[in-house]
């Protein structure tokens, strides 16, 4: 199942961190399908613009080589109530329990 493509409205706390690889790296992890999340706007465009701290190809999270982990800079869990702003970040829990799910 998964999350498909849609964009997340999720915080982000990393002051100047950011992703970056060298080209080899980032062409090894788009063929492998292993780029989780990129930074877009609203409607899911990736742009530069939409790119708060310059991370390249507006990667935002990426996953080992098992899939089964999962790096990413925005916060879900500050997204997971109304009281806090959003509830985006419930389907990334969501996406994963399903995932878990599927294995048991």
Known sequence: MGLGRRALAVPISHG??????????????EDAGRVAFRYCDAEGN?????NPNGAQRNIAGI???????????????????????GE?????????????????
């Open 88 to 104: 985006d970040g419930n389907a990334i829990w969501r996406s994963i329990l399903e995932a878990v799910g599927a294995r048991a």
């Open 46 to 50: 990736v742009t530069a613009e939409a």
């Open 63 to 85: 996953l080992n080589e098992g899939r089964n982990v999962l790096g990413m800079m925005p916060h879900p869990e500050r997204a997971c109530d109304p009281l806090l702003g």
């Open 16 to 29: 100047e961190g950011n992703y970056f690889a060298d080209a080899a790296t980032l062409d090894m992890l």
